[in-house]
């Protein structure tokens, strides 16, 4: 597993991805997405090297670029990648521990994240917060449902929705 | 009857444009009943189209009605022969696979409410409104007459139709 981070700018995936190339790695899931004018790049790459090996074939694009690597031994799954069956999303005025709560319940009720992005958006009267979660519900969404009911009351908007794939 | 070998993505007949049916006569329906047992055969799919196992003619099927999240107004079967989309509704984002990219799922966004225009599996001309999770089926399905996958139409998953409204 490969994080990178740096400061946003044209050519960082074509250095990084170049460079994984021309030392014989081969790039699987990945999210690579633009953060506050901060690029960020996990990326899990199938390679003979090990982690010191790897972070010296990306040095040289990470001083040219201004990044910070890191990497870690990552353990290959067996399988396809696991399906989200469960869709939550969470808006209101944007004001502390609203990620904390909802990600709270969601634990309790069963629930595990696969995939979460967030963001600010600025509304005519304040900030509005906007999360956007799909997981795996190991309890069916009955109890997501009713632990995003008790969530509702408190003033945040939120939506629980199942997600049955269209397979055709 | 025979249940029929799947085309899997890249082949590039699944990149084609199908031909309309000139005759719906017992030889399409034929082929009707093999595509259906195709479908049945795989796992958990709600509906195929005819270029999916190589025959490149404007025939789908869809089946929504063992579909948990099936919208409670849906048809059950459809034998779909030479169909038109001639009226869209609304905008939603769900997830889709398909028999012929397997092991993956990505979202896409589809019209909420259609009307589709078919001939039935007797060469009757017949129109069906279609909602929600069955009207997703119908439009993945006719997408695969025109050469269309659903791999074309992903959006990320940073697309959202409340932020999109937003704007």
């Known amino acids: ?168 | 009857m025979a249940v029929l070998p799947i085309l899997t993505y890249p082949d590039p007949r699944l990149k084609q444009v199908s031909r309309p049916v000139e005759r719906v006569d017992d030889a399409v329906r034929a082929f009707i009943a093999d595509l259906e047992e195709t479908m049945r055969a795989g796992p958990a799919a709600v509906g195929i189209a005819a270029p999916q196992v190589g025959r490149l003619l404007r025939i789908v099927i869809v089946d929504v009605s063992g579909a948990r999240r099936a919208n409670p107004d849906h048809h059950g079967r459809m034998v779909l022969v030479n169909p038109e989309i001639v009226e869209w509704e609304g905008l939603a984002v769900g997830r889709e696979g398909c028999l012929s990219v397997p092991e993956y799922t990505g979202n896409v966004v589809r019209a909420e409410r259609i009307t589709v225009r078919a001939l039935d599996e007797r060469g009757e001309p017949r129109e069906w409104r279609c909602t929600g999770y069955e009207a997703r089926a119908v439009q993945h399905e006719v997408d695969h007459l025109d050469g269309i996958l659903f791999l074309d139409r992903l959006v990320s998953r940073r697309t959202d139709l409340f932020r999109r409204r937003g704007r």
């Open chain 1, 1 to 168: 597993m490969v994080t990178v981070v740096g400061r946003d700018r044209p050519g960082i995936v074509a250095a990084l991805a170049q460079a994984l190339f021309d030392a014989g790695c081969n790039l699987a899931e990945a999210s690579m997405i633009r953060l506050a004018g901060t690029f960020t790049v996990m990326v899990v790459v199938a390679c003979e090297r090990d982690a010191a090996g790897l972070e010296a074939v990306l040095r040289p694009v990470a001083e040219r670029l201004g990044l910070r690597v890191h990497v870690d031994p990552a353990a290959a799954e067996p399988g396809p990648a696991p399906e989200p069956d469960v869709r939550v999303t969470v808006s209101g005025a944007d004001r502390a521990g609203i990620v904390a709560r909802v990600a709270g319940a969601l634990a309790e009720a069963g629930v595990n994240i696969l995939d979460l992005e967030s963001a600010v958006a600025e509304g005519p009267r304040g900030p509005i917060y906007i999360l956007h979660i799909e997981g795996q519900a190991a309890r069916g969404i009955g109890p997501v449902r009713e632990a995003m009911a008790a969530v509702a009351r408190e003033g945040i908007d939120v939506s629980v929705r199942p997600v049955e794939p269209v397979v055709g």
